[in-house]
């Protein structure tokens, strides 16, 4: 199993990105797919997962509201939407994989993790 996250970058506060978390030997389709950050000095945060039940999505309140994810089965990709980006939102974004249908929200349950991509908001 094989995650890659992309699509980071630089923005200014209040724009958008979109990040990519594309899978390898894995049918991302079949299993809950999480996104988790992290910020320099500070642990790892759970920010969003999509299940396989009805494709439900979570979110942590940080993030609920501007942060959408969603599946592109097609290319075996889940996407995170993120919009009205802050500076508090810079961070390593990484997709996580746990092999099960159903999300958990901390990181210790997803046993594949992809390199994570930078994203760092700043004027």
């Known amino acids: 199993v094989q995650l890659q996250a992309s699509g980071g970058g630089l923005v200014q506060p209040g724009n958008s990105l979109r990040l990519s978390c594309a899978g390898s030997?894995?049918?991302?389709?079949?299993?809950?797919i999480g996104w988790f950050r992290q910020a320099p000095g500070k642990q790892r945060e759970w920010i969003s997962c999509i299940s396989t039940v009805d494709d439900n999505t979570y979110y942590a309140d940080s993030v609920k509201g501007r942060f959408t994810v969603a599946r592109d089965s097609a290319k075996n990709t889940v996407f995170l939407q993120m919009k009205g980006l802050q500076p508090e939102d810079a961070a390593v974004y990484f997709c996580a994989y746990r092999g099960f249908f159903r999300c958990e929200f901390e990181a210790p349950y997803f046993t594949s993790w992809g390199q994570g991509t930078q994203v760092t908001v700043s004027s």
């Open positions: 030997g894995i049918t991302l389709n079949n299993y809950a």
